[in-house]
């Protein structure tokens, strides 16, 4: 998964792969001209975590430490989580392919 997500009035993007509770997650600061900034990961296979956690709870859990280890200065720091809708940075299908023939 590739999908971008605000927190605490900043954009962040996430690449995760794996299964629920044992994602490989990365996640990248957003800056306002869209550059990538300062970033931050986790392997929930083999760091300490909750594994039964929502993804969205781990990448709080990372941008809490992000922010003040790289000193971001954030919009608001009370906007909650939210993931960017209609910003699909990649559509990834299922490995089948309906052909259509004529």
Same mark, same amino acid.
């Given at each position: 998964?590739?999908?971008?997500? #605000?927190? %605490?009035?900043?954009?962040?993007?996430?690449?995760?792969? =794996?299964?629920?509770?044992? *994602?490989?997650?990365?996640?990248?600061? @957003?800056? *306002?001209? =869209?550059? *990538?900034?300062?970033?931050?990961? @986790?392997?929930?296979?083999?760091?300490?975590? +909750?594994?039964?956690? /929502? @993804? #969205?709870?781990?990448?709080?859990?990372?941008?809490?430490?992000? @922010? /003040?280890?790289? #000193?971001? %200065?954030? &919009?608001? /720091?009370?906007?909650?989580?939210?993931?960017?809708?209609?910003?699909?940075?990649? &559509?990834?299908? +299922? =490995?089948? %392919?309906?052909?259509?023939? +004529?």
């Amino acid at each position: 998964m590739v999908r971008e997500f #605000e927190y %605490q009035g900043e954009t962040f993007r996430v690449t995760a792969h =794996g299964v629920h509770g044992h *994602e490989e997650i990365f996640i990248v600061h @957003i800056e *306002e001209d =869209g550059v *990538e900034g300062a970033e931050i990961s @986790i392997d929930r296979m083999t760091e300490e975590n +909750d594994t039964s956690a /929502p @993804i #969205e709870a781990i990448l709080v859990m990372l941008c809490d430490k992000l @922010i /003040p280890q790289s #000193e971001i %200065q954030v &919009q608001n /720091p009370a906007a909650p989580f939210a993931w960017r809708e209609g910003n699909v940075v990649f &559509q990834v299908h +299922d =490995g089948l %392919q309906d052909i259509k023939h +004529d």
